[in-house]
Structure formats: C-alpha cells, structure tokens
C-alpha cells in the first residue's frame, strides 16, 4: 500500500505564493509521473500540473500556466507545486497523484485516469 500525503496548504492572501509539497510514505515506489489536480465545491476535479520524471517534462492546466511550476524530487518520491500569484479562483482542495504503471507518463499527465495512487488533498484557500 503506498500513501501520498500533500502537505503546505492554509489561507493566503491573493497574489502570494504558496508551496506544496507530496511525499510518499509505506511502500517504497518508483514513479513515472506525478501529478497534481484540484477540486472546488460544485466542481469537477482540474488537471493543475505534472512532470513525467523520465523525460523531465512538464504540463499545466491552462488556468494555472505561467503561474505555477511542477517539479518532482530527485532520490525520494516526493512533488512539488509552487504557486505564485494566486488568485481567489484557485481555492479548492488540492490531490497529489502518483502514476506507477507509466499510463499518465505516456498519455501526457492530463488524466486523472491515468495515476494510481491519490493523496488525501490540502485545502488551499485564497482571499480576495
């Protein structure tokens, strides 16, 4: 079993940076992509970012791109999301996902169907 838990996640105030960060913890595993989606009260779930960790490369959602960077730990299974000027739209709970078997790697790390193992979120909230 192998658990993904997001941590950094509280209330900022727009236009602030904020950084995430996802570690894995039991099972150790290799990983071919992360990612990082997220959801807001009435919404459905939001591709945010990922990084396919073989070729280094790195996709965003278009509401996101220019203002947050993706990156993925070297040695430990570990992500990161920094966000910078935030704005009140991005409130929402944020998942950090993991993909194992290469689906999302290969497929571009868009697709939430794609991963295989889902932290539990962090609400990341931001005042107007």
């Known amino acids: 079993q192998v658990q993904l838990v997001e941590s950094g996640g509280g209330l900022v105030q727009a236009g602030g940076p904020l950084r995430l960060s996802c570690a894995a913890s039991?099972?150790?595993?290799?990983?071919?992509?992360m990612g990082w989606f997220r959801q807001a009260p009435g919404k459905e779930r939001e591709f945010v970012a990922g990084v396919s960790w073989a070729g280094g490369n790195t996709n965003y959602g278009n509401s996101v791109k220019g203002r947050f960077t993706v990156s993925r730990g070297n040695s430990k299974n570990t992500a990161y999301l920094q966000m910078n000027s935030l704005k009140p739209e991005d409130t929402a709970v944020y998942y950090c996902?993991?993909?194992?078997?290469?689906?999302?790697?290969?497929?571009?790390?868009?697709?939430?169907?794609?991963?295989?193992?889902w932290g539990q979120g962090t609400q990341v909230t931001v005042s107007s």
């Open positions: 039991g099972r150790t595993v290799s990983t071919h992509a």
């Open positions: 996902a993991a993909d194992t078997d290469a689906r999302a790697a290969s497929s571009g790390t868009g697709y939430s169907r794609d991963y295989d193992f």
